[in-house]
């Protein structure tokens, strides 16, 4: 059975779901040892909650990829924790989410309308900072004793990644989603570039590792749901709705772009 060996079963890595009621974009809190890995940071004050309730130290930010619905919270993150959010990205996320035409936030209002047919124009346009950590192809690093890769898969957007722990637990942003088709239509995706690199790097990914995608259930690449396959007896998977109390908001991020 995958993960279970030696290692995995001696680890507590705990991978908590946070998702945005209003876009479904999931942000990942990837915890293990006090240390917490945030991918796609949203819902930045339930984020802010459990670090502080459970005293935990946020290691650094990763993002899958520049679009609005994956980076609301984090301007509200590096404000919360100025001096010591590392933020990494590949170069061109780095760029875009500097950008409000790139990140989509001017346009996004018009996209929920369309997506949900309800009143979203309001989504505020906004811009962050670039990321304090750049890359163009590749970056390996150690984090707890675990191997991190971030690979550069563009075709959804221009800065779209993969990031790996292990090279078993797979963050695809929404460059690989269950059961949906990849949109390369926004401002920066390509087809082509789906075709080549995004779509070549998944299929070349073993069925037995997890995916972590940006919208929807985390899933064996195989297709099965890892809730389905009682995974989390070996790394323990909380999902938290963003709104499963009933009193959460969705975050609005505030607008800096007129
Ligand atoms: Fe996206």
């Not at 299929?203 to 995608?213: G, Q, R, V, Y």
Request: some cysteine; hydrophobic content about 35%; charged content about 25%.
């Amino acid at each position: 059975m995958p993960f279970v060996n030696s290692e995995y079963e001696t680890k507590r890595m705990e991978i908590r779901t946070l998702t945005d009621p209003l876009t479904g974009s999931n942000c990942y809190i990837v915890e293990e040892n006090g240390q917490v890995l945030l991918i796609d940071p949203n819902l930045p004050e339930e984020v802010i909650q459990i670090l502080k309730r459970e005293s935990l130290t946020l290691s650094m930010v990763i993002l899958t990829h520049e679009h609005c619905d994956h980076i609301s919270g984090l301007n509200r993150i590096r404000a919360w924790n100025r001096t010591q959010t590392q933020v990494i990205a590949s170069r061109r996320c780095s760029e875009n989410i500097q950008s409000a035409k790139m990140n989509l936030s001017r346009i996004f209002g018009v996209y929920l309308f369309y997506v949900t047919g309800e009143r979203c124009r309001d989504y505020p346009a906004y811009t962050c900072e670039g990321a304090t950590r750049i890359f163009d192809e590749e970056l390996e690093m150690d984090w707890n004793h675990h191997e991190i890769h971030c690979y550069h898969i563009p075709g959804h957007s221009e800065g779209s990644i993969a990031v790996t722990i292990d090279q078993k637990i797979i963050f695809s942003g929404d460059s690989y989603l269950r059961d949906q088709e990849v949109i390369t239509k926004f401002p920066g995706g390509s087809q082509e570039d789906y075709e080549q690199k995004a779509k070549t790097f998944f299929e070349a990914l073993p069925d037995d590792c997890w995916i972590c995608p940006g919208h929807g259930e985390i899933f064996w690449k195989g297709g099965e749901s890892v809730i389905a396959r009682k995974a989390f007896a070996v790394i323990p998977v909380k999902e938290i709705s963003g709104n499963a109390s009933g009193k959460t908001e969705y975050h609005k991020p505030s607008g800096n772009v007129s």
